[in-house]
């Protein structure tokens, strides 16, 4: 079955960065597209970033600017660099993958999660 798991989150200063992994195995990494999600205290989860199997890019507004979202074919791992951090950002940050197009993706069409990472910027 489908297991993704997210490391790298952490605590930061304002203005730090950070860059988060996601590793992706019982699946043809490929197939897939991949996503970075994040939900707030409080709030829902929402979009921030994902790549398509072919490196196609789609950013929510929360992940345009100050975030790039990247893949590792041969490893099956998923990254998200992180700059500029405000804390606003503060939010445990998912993996998340579907067989759909990644701006499908990020609205919704995920279906498989990983367990998150927590970030933290103060």
């Known amino acids: 079955h489908v297991q993704l798991v997210e490391s790298g989150g952490g605590s930061v200063q304002v203005g730090g960065s950070l860059r988060l992994s996601c590793k992706m195995s019982g699946a043809t990494y490929m197939r897939w597209c991949m996503g970075w999600f994040r939900q707030a205290p409080g709030k829902q989860r929402e979009g921030v970033a994902a790549i398509d199997s072919d490196g196609t890019t789609d950013y929510a507004d929360s992940g345009k600017g100050r975030f790039t979202v990247s893949q590792d074919n041969a490893k099956n791992v998923l990254y998200l660099q992180m700059s500029a951090l405000k804390p606003d950002d503060t939010a445990v940050y998912y993996c998340?993958?579907?067989?759909?197009?990644?701006?499908?993706?990020?609205?919704?069409?995920?279906?498989?999660w990983g367990q998150g990472t927590q970030v933290t910027v103060s």
């Open positions: 998340g993958a579907g067989y759909v197009p990644g701006w499908l993706l990020l609205r919704g069409g995920a279906i498989f």
